[in-house]
């Protein structure tokens, strides 16, 4: 009896030509060359007898008939990874891989020791780790789990909660030797102060505080403004060029060093939100499930 699908190494080529678009795309996800996959859906389209794709030199079209059978192959490639993740960690040992995206104040202060109780329990998994201060897009760049800051929109997505993170204000002591300690949010106004801008809205971040019992998003103006890494505004608050916000576990070590004071600390008392996050459609693998239970216990 011959092999019914030995043809399944061309069916996974014309679903990621569709799903990324391109040839080109397609064959550096399968880590391939476009030559190849383009082999692999002519050889498909004559095993069915039609046409799958309309193919030009900027754009591929799907026939009728390419549609349908891409419905059809996405669904029966889903039942496979559906049953593949339903076994795993079935014999008592978690295998497989989770790829997990996180915001770099997670992903350098919170995570690491998460990260290491979660390998040594479970030493065959392989994660792949995205650091980076963006928001994923989770189904189209193929992640399982991403870890958000804020509150989170209704996307649809499931999230949980990891922690609230308290914030502070802080400055390093030359600056404060220099410029003065301000003593009121009036005084703060007219100080330098390091602000971040939020790469999903291209806005300055306001410092969230509290004065008298009264909450306060505050938007300081400022000469000097950091996109892209947030940790910048901390690692140039700690050479003296002006006061930032800073989550409490980031500061923690530098005040303990005194290469940063807390300035201000009567308008502490609010935090912003660390979730977890994934898609609620989707099967989640047991590795998956076992991240997010190392993610989620409390020390």
């Known amino acids: 009896m011959g092999r019914r699908f030995d043809h399944l190494h061309d069916v996974e ?70 049953a593949e993740r339903a076994i795993q960690g079935q014999g008592g040992e978690v295998t497989g891989s989770v790829r997990l995206s996180v915001p770099t104040t997670y992903g350098h202060y919170r995570l690491p020791a998460k990260l290491r109780t979660f390998m040594r329990r479970h030493p065959r998994v392989q994660v792949d780790l995205s650091i980076a201060n963006r928001n994923v897009d989770l189904v189209a760049e193929g992640f399982d789990l991403a870890i958000r800051l804020g509150a989170l929109p209704d996307s649809g997505l499931v999230a949980r909660r ?33 602000t971040f801008i939020m790469p ?16 306060i998003d505050w938007t300081p103006q400022a000469a000097l403004r950091v996109s892209d890494d947030v940790l910048g505004v901390v690692s140039l608050a700690e050479n003296g060029m002006g006061v930032c916000q800073t989550y409490d576990f980031i500061a923690a070590e530098r005040l303990r060093r005194r290469t940063l004071v807390e300035v201000l600390p009567r308008l502490r008392g609010r935090s912003r939100p660390f979730s977890v996050i994934y898609v609620p459609h989707r099967s989640l693998s047991a590795a998956s499930r076992a991240l997010i239970a190392v993610l989620t216990e409390t020390d």
């Open 162 to 194: 990891l922690e609230d993170a308290p914030m502070c204000l802080v400055a390093s002591p030359a600056y404060l030797k220099e410029a003065g300690t301000p003593r009121s949010l009036a005084e703060l106004e007219r100080h330098a102060c390091l």
């Open 13 to 82: 080529a014309f679903i990621a030509s569709v799903e990324r678009g391109s040839l080109t795309a397609a064959a550096t996800t399968l880590g391939t060359t476009p030559s190849v996959v383009s082999r692999a859906i002519a050889r498909l389209e004559q095993r069915l007898g039609v046409q799958l794709l309309r193919r030009t030199t900027r754009s591929l079209g799907l026939t009728d008939a390419g549609r349908l059978y891409l419905e059809q192959s996405s669904t029966a490639f889903g039942l496979i990874a559906e």
């Open 200 to 215: 999903s809205t291209g806005r300055v971040s306001p410092w969230i505080l509290r004065e008298d019992g009264r909450d």
